[in-house]
């Protein structure tokens, strides 16, 4: 399990919030962020509750309330991303804002690198 380095992957303040409002109500679990192959652009992220514990090649993301993990193998896809949250009139979602992708589909959960 690895700390947080600011540089490598972070949370807004909505994210962080929204994080913790689900965690309040799920105790001893953590919110799950992995890049996985596939979508529209080649690749898409997920995001699942899970148990808190860590793996061994976990960044484990403790803020204001809001556990996060992401694994190695993600984590160099988004080195340097922000997990976000919004709440519209389109809808309430995550997303990452990462700028790694250097492009994305129209429904904003798939990416592209070079």
Do not use: K, W
Not at 7 to 23: D, K, N, P, Q
Not at 80 to 99: I, K
Request: aromatic residues 6%.
């Amino acid at each position: 399990m690895t700390s947080l380095a600011p540089s490598r992957f972070g949370l807004s303040a909505a994210a962080t919030r929204r994080v913790g409002e689900i965690l309040a109500a799920n105790p001893g679990q953590a919110l799950r962020v992995a890049v996985l192959a596939g979508g529209c652009s080649g690749f898409q992220y997920r995001f699942e509750l899970e148990p808190a514990a860590a793996g061994q090649d976990d960044l484990l993301i403790e803020q204001d309330g809001a556990r996060v993990l992401v694994d190695g193998a993600s984590l160099d896809l988004l080195a340097g991303a922000e997990l976000d949250f919004a709440d519209s009139l389109m809808g309430a979602h995550f997303s990452v804002r990462n700028p790694n992708a250097t492009s994305s589909c129209g429904c904003g959960t798939s990416f592209s690198v070079d």
